[in-house]
């Protein structure tokens, strides 16, 4: 039941409802759930649409980039050197400025642009042209493109709850209890304080870290508003917003008859799903002390990787049935091996991608023990950098010569973390690369550069 047929005022002011079309959870966030019959224009729009949307919208901003959304907000990121680089959409980086570097030598000036190619070219031209109105000619010229695929960068933005959280994520309760036909008069102390903005208001329990609650599927990156009738008695409101911020609110003790409302959304594809929402409450959750979304974000993507390999492995299936049809169609495969042919070409596939595109999804497989997948990643078990370090400071200034770039020496190793499982961490190691001439330095993950230059790395 909806409340359509019961409500003809808004629920926080009270003023005559206008037609103004309200998503519970917001828009923002690809929440698909809306209705005409909950709030006002003004409150809509004027109060809650440019105090509390914002807000949100920030706090899951480096999410919102992460997963491709158009409306994410690019943010600035750095490099070890200091360099700034710009974090967009898709996990897309690209240096903000293109950095200029020009060395002379012998009597002649050279003139490097480092950076990416099109905004490079530009500063390439009108420096060069600089240099030849002070009476300089560039004699050597080079575009030192960035890798932004296996650049060591740091985007370090912080996941903080407001009170402006806290105010949206009761106005998601208030408006879904509203939704469901429930008697909006027993909360109105709260939808009173919700509708006068108090930042005051702390009645949100922030749970599920742990997944005490509720553990996600193995793909799931979702949106859930639950209300049911706690075992206790009272009536409580669980939020799951992308299963990172989970938040538990009670309305209030007593309550009569068993209540139970939920909506449960694909966050990504805005899909309405059908499934059981499970949630283990055998007593209202205590607010947790130091407060962080690490291990909630770290598992959002997992489960996206996890996506990800499973649509890719559905897409390789859908082309190997049809290759392997077309084999038998043309008797070149007898159809009685049809079967056991695409059960085992599947299997190497997903044998493949798990190696080789999607390591470490599996927590089973104990992958970040394995030292030959590390080394196929260029990671290390952190406690055997600094024997790596050690075995290899042999190569320490040789010499690299890359085409089109010109001549670079091997300066030091840099380690990233990488993952944190079952006790292990595990670090990316890069070499850093100096230019000979412009200083200029480049991260290439270790095994890249051992291929290259055919040293064979003993796990």
């Given at each position: 039941?909806?409340?359509?047929e019961?409500l ?6 009270n003023?005559s409802l206008d037609?103004?079309?309200e998503h519970?959870i ?13 709030i006002?224009?003004k409150?809509?729009?004027d109060?809650?649409?440019k105090?509390l949307?914002p ?12 997963l491709?959304?158009e409306?994410?907000?690019?943010v600035?990121s750095?490099d070890?050197d200091?360099?700034?680089f710009l974090?967009s959409?898709g996990g897309?980086i ?7 570097l020009v060395?002379?030598?012998?009597g ?19 420096q060069a042209?600089e ?6 000619r560039?004699l050597h010229?080079c575009v030192l493109k960035?890798d ?13 709850i407001?009170?402006?959280i806290?105010?949206e994520?009761?106005?998601i ?13 027993k ?19 922030f ?16 949106h859930?508003?639950v209300?049911?009738t ?8 669980y ?8 938040a538990y ?5 007593g ?31 205590d607010?947790v002390?130091n407060?962080n ?13 996890s996506?990800e ?5 559905a897409s390789i ?10 084999e ?18 599947i299997?190497?596939e997903a044998a493949?991608l ?6 470490y999804?599996i927590?089973?497989?104990?992958d970040?023990k394995?030292?030959?997948l590390?080394?196929?990643?260029s990671n290390?078990?952190?406690n055997?950098?600094?024997d790596?370090?050690?075995k ?9 010569d890359i ?9 030091s190793?840099l380690?990233?973390?990488f ?8 670090v990316?190691v890069?070499c850093?690369?100096t ?9 290439i993950?270790y095994?890249?550069?051992f291929v290259?230059?055919?040293?064979r790395h003993?796990?």
């Amino acid at each position: 039941m909806t409340n359509k047929e019961v409500l003809k005022n808004c629920i926080f002011c009270n003023n005559s409802l206008d037609n103004s079309d309200e998503h519970i959870i917001p828009d923002c966030l690809n929440g698909r759930l809306h209705s005409k019959y909950l709030i006002c224009q003004k409150c809509n729009s004027d109060k809650f649409g440019k105090q509390l949307e914002p807000a949100i919208k920030k706090l899951f901003n480096t999410i919102l980039i992460i997963l491709g959304f158009e409306n994410a907000k690019s943010v600035y990121s750095e490099d070890p050197d200091g360099k700034i680089f710009l974090f967009s959409k898709g996990g897309n980086i690209s240096q903000v400025k293109p950095e200029i570097l020009v060395n002379k030598r012998g009597g002649k000036t050279y003139l490097s642009i480092n950076g990416d190619s099109k905004n490079a070219l530009k500063y390439f031209e009108k420096q060069a042209n600089e240099l030849l109105k002070k009476g300089h000619r560039p004699l050597h010229s080079c575009v030192l493109k960035t890798d932004s695929t296996s650049l060591p960068i740091k985007v370090e933005e912080k996941f903080q709850i407001s009170p402006e959280i806290i105010l949206e994520l009761n106005k998601i309760a208030i408006e879904f209890y509203a939704y469901s036909g429930l008697d909006i008069s027993k909360i109105k102390e709260l939808s009173d304080r919700v509708n006068k903005m108090d930042r005051t208001l702390k009645n949100v329990v922030f749970c599920n870290a742990s997944n005490e609650i509720r553990t996600c599927q193995s793909d799931e990156v979702s949106h859930i508003i639950v209300i049911r009738t706690h075992t206790n008695g009272s009536l409580y409101c669980y939020i799951e917003l992308f299963n990172i911020v989970c938040a538990y609110i009670n309305f209030y003790d007593g309550h009569e008859s068993k209540t139970m409302y939920s909506y449960y959304q694909d966050a990504l594809t805005g899909e309405r799903l059908t499934e059981d929402i499970v949630l283990d409450f055998d007593k209202e959750p205590d607010n947790v002390e130091n407060l962080n979304f690490n291990s909630q974000i770290n598992a959002l993507s997992d489960r996206l990787r996890s996506r990800e390999y499973n649509s890719m492995l559905a897409s390789i299936a859908k082309d190997l049935t049809e290759f392997i049809d077309k084999e038998v169609l043309e008797e070149r495969i007898k159809k009685e091996d049809r079967d056991k042919i695409l059960c085992d070409s599947i299997i190497g596939e997903a044998a493949r991608l798990s190696v080789y595109e999607f390591p470490y999804m599996i927590e089973d497989y104990e992958d970040e023990k394995n030292d030959e997948l590390n080394h196929i990643h260029s990671n290390l078990q952190e406690n055997q950098y600094e024997d790596f370090c050690n075995k290899y400071n042999k190569l320490i200034g040789r010499r690299i010569d890359i085409p089109d770039e010109g001549i670079y020496l091997i300066d030091s190793f840099l380690k990233q973390p990488f993952l944190q499982r079952n006790g292990i961490s595990l670090v990316k190691v890069f070499c850093v690369l100096t230019h000979e001439d412009f200083k200029h330095k480049r991260y290439i993950p270790y095994r890249d550069l051992f291929v290259a230059i055919s040293i064979r790395h003993d796990t």
